[in-house]
């Protein structure tokens, strides 16, 4: 079965309360399933992307019985957003993390934390901090390391590129015409169908597109940057390789053979986190979750069996 995520509301949508230093604002939830042993809180991309590019995985977390929160962070879709630049930095983002937690009641015996591309960022980053409260951690097609993600990108994805359409792509980043639909149209054909989501564009689930279509810019450019080839914003430095080794919890890494991130440095992730391990999905890209969804699935559930089964 390949699930594209299609869903409706429905009951278990909750809205969160969250204090920042510009005031409280509100965060949207919603809860799939009951366990009480294992409480999976999902963090999407981005920055400023949404819960709906998750949804392929609900039927599969729904059907294992694992209890999870799709969750849009703040200045993303479903939660408030509040006009304010000095709101998107990583440790408010962890601040918010961390009230979100008490709010739906997870701590040490329950909580498992999903975090896939910027979401890993954060899950690493909140790990950092507040691992007393984490059953387990999952970083999902992120990289310890933007440096070296930037790097990986111009030594290994950019010199197979057409390069015309290379150069054409980085004319209009520096021009500042990333709105031109242009930009997007090279993108599509010549890296987002390579390493994005391995699928012809006709045949991106909905929930892919919506989410893509969702993304807070406000939010996007000044963490990410503008080009969809690297980071440059305020993430440009981020580097979290040589404190992985304080993550004692147990991990999951989680990364695809034609992904934008490098596996062999995802692999080393792995090794380097006391409890780590890592699960590959050879068909998969950036979002392996849904163009290798099988095998990306089975070791996501392998992981949460095993964190239920420390449980009971």
Known sequence: MVSTGSTTAGDGVRMVPVETPAGTFRVWTRKVGDNPR??????????????????????????????????????????????????????????EVEQVRVALGLGRDDFVLYGQSWGGVLAIEYALTHQEHLKGLVVSNMMSSIPEYNAYAERVLMPPMDQDALAEIKRLEASGETEDPAYEKLLMEHHYVHHVLRLPPEKWPAVVVESFGHINKAIYVPMQGPSELGASGRLAAWDRTADLHRIDVPALVMGAGH??????????????????????????SHLALVDDQEVYVAGLLEFLRELEGEGS
């Open 259 to 284: 992904d934008t991130m490098d596996p062999a440095q995802l692999r080393r992730m792995a090794d380097e986190l006391p409890r780590g391990r890592y699960h590959h999905s050879p068909e998969g």
């Open 38 to 95: 294992v409480k999976v809180l999902l963090l999407h991309g981005g920055p400023g992307a949404t819960h709906e590019y998750l949804l392929p995985l609900e039927p599969f977390l729904a059907e294992a019985g694992v209890e999870v929160y799709f969750y849009d962070q703040l200045g993303s879709h479903l939660s408030d957003q509040p006009d304010d630049d000095s709101l998107w930095e990583i440790d408010r983002f962890v601040d």
